[in-house]
């Protein structure tokens, strides 16, 4: 059984930072990718960014992308997001997941694993 823990959420105010992490159970090259979810009261769970396991290839959706970046820690079995330059919009529950196949995916229902969420909230 996988296990996905993410923690690092809170309440930041506009233009504020944060750092997501996401502990796996298991080994994180053991997946063909890891990836970032959000998802806002109404609206469906949208892609954020995602980490192949083989070649460490990144995508970011062009909402984030400059403001966000993901990584991992080997050792630590570890994947993070950082998170600058914060809007209210950015204000999910934000799901860490793995999975994935050969090719990095955006949609997530490419990703079997999933954690329980964490709440971020920036108050403008």
């Known amino acids: 059984q996988v296990q996905l823990v993410e923690s690092g959420g809170g309440l930041v105010q506009d233009g504020g930072s944060l750092r997501l992490s996401c502990a796996a159970s298991?080994?994180?090259?053991?997946?063909?990718?890891m990836g970032w979810f959000r998802q806002a009261p109404g609206n469906e769970r949208e892609f954020v960014a995602a980490i192949s396991g083989s070649s460490g290839t990144i995508y970011y959706a062009d909402s984030v992308k400059g403001r966000f970046t993901i990584s991992r820690d080997s050792a630590q079995n570890t994947m993070y997001l950082q998170m600058n330059n914060l809007k209210p919009e950015d204000t999910a529950v934000y799901y860490c997941?793995?999975?994935?196949?050969?090719?990095?995916?955006?949609?997530?229902?490419?990703?079997?694993?999933w954690g329980q969420g964490t709440q971020v909230t920036i108050s403008s």
């Open positions: 298991r080994s994180i090259f053991s997946f063909n990718a």
């Open positions: 997941a793995a999975g994935g196949d050969s090719i990095l995916r955006t949609g997530s229902r490419f990703y079997r694993y």
